[in-house]
């Protein structure tokens, strides 16, 4: 059976356009304008993935809502965010209410559609056992590329999947600089170095949050940044 | 700061000179005190006169008061014989020496003869004494011989002879003469039965001869009571004992009988004039010619009436009375002025005049009025009431001293109040200015509050009205600062459009010459894309650097990692780094110093060409540090500190890239944020362009 994804959007060029992609892909695709529509088809099916826009016709924030809502119904429903905001405040906010990932609309179709399949890879991986050589162990260090989930210190990191994609380039090869560039490569997106700046900055928060003391990830002043063991 | 124009007047000034207006109120306090002064001397006068003509009228008709018995029946005018004594005010001693007799014309007789000898005759009385001092120029003064008897003609010399006729109407004659200077004693002439002539002492008449340097004074007294209506005075000279005498004086020379009359008042005239005594004022009774029947001293002022002493007080009064009070009279004036009142009054009016210099300076106003005889028509005399003006003019000085020392306080006091209200004033101008000065910096932000903009009063209006222009001005550049990113994120969902439908239209099998389009489409999709970032770019970095937290670092270290990193990714450029040794702890973001030094670097990599070498410097010193980036190429336009605001974008740069000036803008901000600023210069040898960052060592 074809997986289903719901695209939420209000702008219907950019819907239609999206879903042509999707379809494409072999994905089977519904689409809604607004959060009413969308939750009214949620209440009967679930998709197996959403990408929700943040504001919604008439509600500013009406993708958060929607976010919200969709999580209590299943929390382990792949959410994507899209906006055409960048601003910090929205990435934040759009993590804290459980979206796997967030992204802004200037990203292109194939990054757009990798990260889907990644997501979807994920879902399948956790319903299988784990199979060992995916795993990667750096001291303390535990990633789990198929399921995308990363461990510290044995306690689960919670990561969107860009900052898991950013950890996994970087835990790969202690030691090695990987500049900006190489790290928006691995994690699929088009960011400026602010952006990058503020994820690694996130990235470290979270780590912290296991153990205040983490300082494996080291910027190197000009050029990138590298896992430390 | 700008002062503004310093020539003209300043609000302080100005204010200044406003206070001194209030001198105009010891002005009208003056021409107050002056009307005050003008109404209390009429008031004075009114009320000396209103004394006087009561004093007056309990004279009237009282002829026998004024004139001694008899003397009034007569009403004929003054004859060139007549003796009009004056009234002394002290008891002279008879010592022949005139120091003590005042000198007034109307008392004083002068007869000359031929040959140059003369006779000067006073006459004066005090106390129910007539007084007399004959003053005789004589070329040859002869004594009588002390040996002989009176009678004996050929031993007489010189002597004086006094005639009158008593009340009784009986003639009396009394003569002086003496064989030397010195004390002596009227005699008389008696005849006894069978006419027999005998010189008897009259001892109610006393004299004093003395002996001058061309002549001879006598002085002498006799009893009023003894005269009656006439009276007369004559030297018999001899230029040898015995020759033949030339008389010279009143009496009719063979006769020796008085036909001038004694113009003297009763006794019983002083006593009268007692009982209206009163402190300060002076009486006179003067008869129809003038001359003084009685008079009766000041008794002494209480102290109060004093004139004020001091500098203000006299300054003040010069400045008030001008011309209006006399100042000083002459002596003669005084009896010019004194004549015409008697005249006047003489005349059947009462009258007033103000003279000053008789006591101490000062002002005396004097009131005569005529004394009428019993039917009112005829007047038999003059009083006179003198009395210093003291009385209104003390009132009058101490009342206008006491407004002049309050009105130069309030005056003082106003002055330095508005000196004070000025000068708060122009602070507070001075202090809404500087802030309005530096309220919008440069990028149009509002730095700071202005002041006042509680204060109830006009310049509080003009600060809340200034408040609300710089806010909607903020408001209105803050639009303009936002608008760039407003517009990449409006512009961001057709460019979506765009791109997503390039992204699918790839999937579809197209012409060569549609892939070619399709290919520029994205081309330029890309382009736009690029632009937008560069939009945002600004605001990014100011959200980062909202969000940034302060650590601790090393700048040498970073800077040192950063330039490594440019000369890899430069590959076309030459980095030099000079650092100085040992460590360069700075507290900061060092995410956003190597952002900031991105920014110079890519200026700098923009304006220099292939193989150029480019200088990254940084500078330690205790309160912070500097990093200076220097590239060869073309040179700054004059308005360098502008490179450093958003927007700004003069030079060419060498690429293609879109070009926002905002990479300098950014280099300002961060510098800002830690707590420094960004400059930009030429190089000495102009050979290129030098960006330095000054940033301190704590920005908190």
Same mark, same amino acid.
């Given at each position: 059976?074809k ?21 494409r892909?072999?994905?089977?695709v519904?689409?809604?304008?607004? %959060?009413?529509? /969308?939750? @009214?088809?949620? +209440?009967t =099916? ?9 504001? !919604?016709?008439?509600e ?10 969709l ?16 601003s ?9 209410l ?15 559609i990798a990260?889907?399949?990644?997501l979807?890879?994920?879902v399948?991986a956790?319903?299988?056992?784990t199979?060992d050589?995916?795993?990667? %162990?750096r001291? /303390?260090? @535990?990633?789990? +590329?198929? =399921?995308?989930?990363v461990?510290?210190?044995g306690?689960?990191? !919670? ?20 500049n900006?560039?190489?790290l ?12 990058i700046?503020?994820h690694?900055?996130r990235i470290?928060?979270k780590?912290?949050?296991?153990d205040?003391?983490?300082?494996a990830i ?8 590298r896992?430390v063991e | ?6 020539s ?17 109120l010891?002005?009208?306090g003056?021409?107050y005190a002056?009307?005050?002064e ?10 000396l006169?209103a ?7 309990s004279?009237?008709g009282?002829?026998e008061l004024l004139y ?12 060139p014989?007549d ?7 002290a008891t ?6 005139a120091?003590?007799?005042p ?8 007869l000359?003869?031929?040959d140059?000898d003369?006779l ?8 129910r004494w007539l007084y007399?001092?004959?003053i ?5 003064l002869?004594?009588?011989r002390s040996?002989?008897?009176p009678?004996d ?7 004086l002879?006094?005639?009158f ?9 009394v ?5 030397g200077p ?22 109610r008449v006393e004299?004093?001869w003395?002996?001058?340097?061309d002549g001879?004074?006598i002085?002498?007294r ?9 009276f007369?005075?004559?030297?018999d ?9 030339s008389?010279?004086?009143t009496?009719?020379?063979a006769?020796l ?9 009763s006794p019983?005239?002083?006593d ?8 300060g ?9 003038g ?9 002494a ?5 004093t ?5 203000l007080?006299?300054?003040?009064r010069r400045?008030?009375d001008?011309d209006?009070?006399?100042?000083r ?25 103000l ?5 101490e ?8 009025v005529?004394?009428f005889?019993?039917?009112?028509q ?24 006491r ?6 306080l309030a005056?003082g006091?106003a002055v330095?109040?508005t ?8 602070l ?15 990028e149009?932000r ?6 006042e903009?509680n204060a109830?009063?006009?310049?509080g ?7 609300a222009l710089?806010r ?15 517009l990449?994120h ?9 791109r997503s ?20 489409a994205?081309h330029?999709a ?10 945002g ?5 100011e ?5 940034s937290?302060r650590?601790?670092?090393?700048l ?18 030459r980095?030099?780094?000079e650092?100085p040794d040992g460590s360069?702890?700075?507290?900061g973001s060092?995410?956003?110093i190597v ?8 200026n700098?990599?923009d304006?220099?060409?292939?193989g150029?070498?480019?200088?990254v410097r940084l500078?330690a010193?205790p309160t912070g ?6 590239n ?5 336009p ?22 926002f000036?905002?990479g300098l ?10 707590g ?12 290129g ?7 301190a060592?704590?920005?908190?």
């Amino acid at each position: 059976m074809k997986k289903q994804i719901a695209i939420v959007e209000d702008e219907p060029a950019i819907r239609d356009n999206y879903a042509a992609a999707f379809a494409r892909e072999g994905y089977a695709v519904r689409t809604f304008a607004n %959060r009413r529509e /969308a939750m @009214t088809a949620f +209440a009967t =099916r679930l998709p197996d993935l959403a990408v929700i826009d943040i504001s !919604l016709e008439h509600e500013p924030e009406g993708g958060f809502d929607l976010c919200r809502d969709l999580r209590s119904l299943s929390p382990e429903l792949p959410i994507i965010f899209l906006t055409a905001r960048d601003s910090e405040l929205d990435a934040v906010s759009g993590l804290r209410l459980g979206a796997d990932d967030f992204l802004t609309k200037d990203l292109s179709l194939g990054h757009l559609i990798a990260r889907v399949n990644a997501l979807f890879r994920r879902v399948d991986a956790l319903r299988r056992p784990t199979e060992d050589q995916q795993i990667i %162990r750096r001291g /303390a260090l @535990t990633i789990d +590329a198929e =399921r995308m989930a990363v461990e510290w210190q044995g306690q689960v990191v !919670l990561l969107s999947l860009t900052e898991f994609w950013i950890v996994h380039a970087l835990g790969k090869h202690p030691g090695h600089v990987k500049n900006r560039q190489q790290l928006m490569d691995a994690a699929n997106v088009v960011l400026d170095d602010n952006t990058i700046t503020s994820h690694v900055k996130r990235i470290r928060r979270k780590f912290q949050v296991i153990d205040p003391s983490f300082d494996a990830i080291q910027t190197v002043y000009g050029m990138g940044y590298r896992w430390v063991e | 700061m700008n002062l503004g124009p310093t020539s003209g007047l300043r609000l302080r000034t100005k204010l200044l000179l406003l206070a001194l207006t209030t001198l105009t109120l010891p002005w009208a306090g003056c021409q107050y005190a002056k009307e005050m002064e003008s109404v209390l001397r009429a008031n004075e006068q009114q009320s000396l006169l209103a004394v006087a003509s009561t004093i007056a009228a309990s004279l009237q008709g009282r002829r026998e008061l004024l004139y001694r018995t008899g003397a009034a029946k007569q009403s004929r005018t003054a004859g060139p014989l007549d003796i009009e004594p004056i009234v002394m005010t002290a008891t002279p001693v008879l010592d022949g020496i005139a120091d003590e007799w005042p000198s007034d014309s109307r008392n004083t007789k002068v007869l000359e003869k031929s040959d140059g000898d003369s006779l000067r005759l006073l006459t004066t009385t005090r106390d129910r004494w007539l007084y007399g001092l004959a003053i005789v120029r004589d070329n040859k003064l002869v004594f009588d011989r002390s040996d002989v008897t009176p009678l004996d003609s050929a031993t007489l010399g010189d002597r004086l002879w006094l005639a009158f006729d008593d009340p009784r109407g009986g003639q009396q004659r009394v003569f002086l003469s003496a064989s030397g200077p010195g004390a002596l004693r009227g005699r008389r002439i008696e005849t006894r039965e069978y006419g027999r002539e005998e010189v008897v002492d009259e001892l109610r008449v006393e004299g004093a001869w003395r002996v001058l340097r061309d002549g001879y004074a006598i002085e002498f007294r006799i009893p009023l009571s003894m005269i009656g209506q006439h009276f007369g005075v004559l030297i018999d000279d001899r230029d040898r004992r015995g020759g033949v005498r030339s008389s010279l004086g009143t009496l009719d020379p063979a006769e020796l009988t008085a036909t001038g009359l004694l113009i003297a008042a009763s006794p019983d005239l002083s006593d009268r004039l007692q009982q209206f005594a009163q402190p300060g004022v002076e009486l006179q009774v003067a008869s129809r010619t003038g001359a003084t029947l009685a008079r009766l001293e000041a008794p002494a002022l209480p102290q109060d009436y004093t004139a004020m002493r001091g500098l203000l007080p006299r300054l003040y009064r010069r400045f008030l009375d001008g011309d209006r009070i006399p100042r000083r009279t002459s002596d003669a004036e005084r009896e010019r002025l004194s004549r015409e009142l008697v005249a006047t009054a003489s005349a059947g009016k009462a009258t007033t005049a103000l003279t000053a210099g008789r006591y101490e300076n000062r002002v005396i106003v004097t009131a005569a009025v005529p004394i009428f005889d019993n039917d009112r028509q005829q007047v038999i005399g003059v009083l006179q009431l003198a009395q210093t003006a003291d009385r209104w003019l003390t009132l009058r000085d101490r009342a206008l001293t006491r407004l002049l020392n309050l009105t130069l306080l309030a005056t003082g006091l106003a002055v330095l109040a508005t000196f004070w209200f000025a000068g708060r004033l122009a602070l507070r101008i001075a202090r809404l200015r500087a802030a309005s000065e530096s309220a919008l910096t440069r990028e149009g932000r509002l730095a700071v509050d202005l002041p006042e903009t509680n204060a109830p009063d006009e310049l509080g209006d003009l600060s809340r009205s200034f408040d609300a222009l710089l806010r909607r001005l903020n408001g209105y550049t803050g639009y303009l600062r936002t608008l760039a990113g407003k517009l990449a994120h409006e512009i961001r969902t057709p460019l979506t459009i765009v791109r997503s439908s390039l992204d699918n239209l790839e999937h579809e099998p197209l012409s060569a010459d549609a892939t070619t389009y399709v290919a520029r489409a994205r081309h330029g999709a890309e382009r736009l894309n690029g632009i937008l970032l560069a939009m945002g770019a600004a605001t990014r970095v100011e959200e980062a650097i909202a969000n940034s937290e302060r650590v601790e670092f090393d700048l040498g270290d970073v800077v040192r990692s950063a330039v490594d990193a440019y000369a890899s990714a430069f590959s076309a450029r030459r980095f030099t780094l000079e650092q100085p040794d040992g460590s360069c702890r700075l507290r900061g973001s060092p995410d956003l110093i190597v952002q900031m030094l991105d920014k110079l670097i890519d200026n700098a990599v923009d304006f220099s060409a292939n193989g150029d070498t480019i200088i990254v410097r940084l500078l330690a010193d205790p309160t912070g540090a500097r990093l200076e980036v220097e590239n060869p190429g073309p040179l700054l336009p004059d308005t360098r500190d502008s490179l450093f605001e958003s927007l700004w974008q003069s030079r060419q740069g060498t690429d293609a890239r879109p070009h926002f000036g905002l990479g300098l803008y950014i280099v300002r901000l961060i510098a800002d944020f830690h707590g420094g600023y960004a400059r930009a210069a030429n190089l000495p040898d102009h050979s290129g362009v030098r960006l330095s960052v000054t940033l301190a060592r704590t920005s908190d």
